[in-house]
């Protein structure tokens, strides 16, 4: 019952639950990301409803778990976090414009340009291998139209699971990278132009079923 | 789905555009909303189509509006494969799709089967 809204929100939550929402010591969820240890153990973020304006970067190695507050996990219609970005790649690379970015480092996100990419260095290490989303929305609003690629989600040597998440924007709205193990499920993707962006093997599905993504080299 | 309800988008958006030719992408059992080209993927241009025999670009049982099989299966740059239930076979479950780093196949652990 660790999602559902309360007088003592941790209550039920798994241990080295961090509560993250407006007035509290943890405003942003970059703020509650960036304070967690280097070591094995799993950590779990509670988000309190609200909007969040900010870009998201998961380096950390290990389990690390993002809740969204809500009295219905399941459905996505209820979900009250809203995480939004706005921006477009223009001259610079596409990794950049990402709201939610799970890479263990900035080579391991470039989308970089032609058919091959981005090339990354061979002894490139691997991030996060257990990363969770639960009941978040993800939005990158730069323009209401199709004007350069605008990334909710970019995820590059590492495994990262979604559920009842929506992602929304109007160009390449996901980008599984090389490497990357991306499961997405009952959740929704909203784009205009393109549904799925990746350098090597995309599988993806639009609605609140299940989507699996998967890009190795 | 399209991004905006108010969006008058109407059987444009394809399915996917092969970046390069190891493009491997299978949408299955998806409901489809009327955006969706009636061909579904296109390849990434006449002259450079990036689509040779590694390239798969799937779909299994998809249906609704923008599920339109007769276009699908229409020749010319048709590149839309709709896969048999044994090549869909090969893809039906996590296990068969996400690699470890050395390409072996079963990289799962990390999924919330509870969902």
Redesign the interface.
């Known amino acids: 019952m660790c999602q559902a809204p309360s007088n003592s929100p941790l209550e039920g939550c798994p241990p080295n639950t961090i509560l993250v929402g407006p007035n509290h010591q943890y405003a942003t969820i970059q703020s509650a990301v960036s304070s967690l240890p280097d070591d094995t153990s799993p950590h779990t973020l509670l988000i309190l409803p609200g909007r969040y304006e900010e870009q998201v970067n998961v380096t950390r190695k290990w389990?690390v778990t993002l809740l969204g507050q809500t009295s219905a996990a399941d459905d996505l219609g209820s979900n009250t976090v809203e995480i939004l970005w706005r921006a477009v790649a223009g001259t610079g690379d596409n990794a950049f414009t990402a709201v939610l970015t799970v890479a263990p480092d900035l080579n391991a996100s470039l989308t970089g340009s032609g058919?091959?990419?981005f090339s990354v260095p061979v002894d490139q290490p691997?991030g996060n291998?257990?990363?969770?989303a639960y009941n978040l929305n993800f939005t990158n609003d730069f323009l209401?139209y199709s004007d350069g690629p605008s990334l909710t989600l970019s995820t590059g040597y590492s495994?990262?699971?979604f559920?009842?998440c929506t992602f929304?924007?109007?160009q390449d709205t996901i980008y599984i990278g090389e490497?990357a193990?991306t499961?997405i499920?009952?959740s929704?993707?909203?784009?205009?132009?393109?549904?799925?962006?990746?350098?090597?093997?995309?599988?993806?599905?639009?609605?609140p079923?299940s989507f699996?993504a998967?890009a190795?080299v | 789905m399209k991004a905006n309800e108010s969006l008058m988008i109407s059987h444009e958006c394809a399915l996917g555009r092969p970046w390069n030719s190891q493009h491997r992408s299978v949408f299955a059992r998806n409901y489809l909303g009327d955006s969706i080209l009636p061909a579904g993927y296109i390849e990434w241009s006449s002259s450079d189509p990036r689509v040779n025999n590694v390239t798969l670009m799937g779909e299994y049982e998809d249906f609704g509006p923008g599920f339109d099989l007769t276009s699908r299966l229409q020749g010319g740059a048709g590149v839309t494969v709709e896969l048999s239930a044994s090549q869909w076979a090969d893809f039906d479950s996590p296990e068969k799709v996400f690699q470890f780093v050395d390409g072996d196949l079963g990289n799962v652990d990390w999924i919330d089967w509870s969902i």
Request: charged share 15%.
């Open positions: 389990q058919p091959t990419g691997f291998t257990d990363f969770r209401p495994n990262s699971g559920y009842y929304s924007s109007y490497n193990s499961y499920s009952h929704s993707i909203e784009d205009k132009r393109t549904f799925c962006t990746g350098l090597v093997l995309c599988t993806s599905q639009i609605q079923f699996v998967a190795e």
